[in-house]
């Protein structure tokens, strides 16, 4: 039996039970089913990439082994290969640099890139309401990480012959 996007929806829920975002909101609700709603109209893939971005990252230090997810775990239960390389471009290795490794390493995976992508816009539109509760993280995040990244991610999409202009606003 195919993994399909209902099983990626089951899998992020479950995964990410109880964790919220920066305003305090369901983190599924609030961060991952918008993204993969951006996504949807790029095909199923990149829906169920939107839904596991940030699986491996938000679940490797669980206390509980049950609650860790990491690539091989992923592939166990029939996430598609393309969708496991996705998360595997957009997750952030411990120590990892933030512009020097994830971001040009997003940016140079078709499936991550478009991820990434959609993850940035959301996070460019929360940012404006962590600029009414701390304007100084706000800014920090949008001048610091969110701009730079998003011009990079841009500027590779822009350069992929056979995949890219999908989503440059």
């Known amino acids: 039996m195919a993994f399909t996007v209902a099983d990626a929806h089951l899998l992020a829920l479950a995964a990410h039970e109880g964790q919220v975002d920066r305003q305090g909101r369901d983190y599924y609700l609030a961060h991952l089913r918008p993204i993969a709603e951006a996504l949807r109209p790029y095909g199923e893939y990149a829906e169920m990439a939107g839904l596991l971005h940030d699986i491996v990252e938000d679940t490797r230090d669980a206390p509980d082994p049950a609650r860790r997810y990491d690539l091989d775990r992923l592939r166990a239960l029939g996430v598609p290969e393309v969708v496991v390389e996705a998360v595997d471009a957009v997750t952030r290795r411990p120590g990892e640099p933030y512009i020097a490794g994830l971001i040009r390493r997003s940016a140079a995976h ?60």
């Open 110 to 169: 078709p499936l991550g890139r478009l991820v990434k992508l959609a993850d940035n816009r959301h996070n460019l539109a929360a940012n404006a309401e962590l600029a009414r509760t701390d304007p100084d993280k706000a800014r920090s995040l949008r001048e610091g990480r969110y701009r730079p990244a998003r011009r990079i991610l841009l500027a590779a999409e822009a350069a992929d012959p056979v995949h890219g202009r999908r989503v440059l606003a």
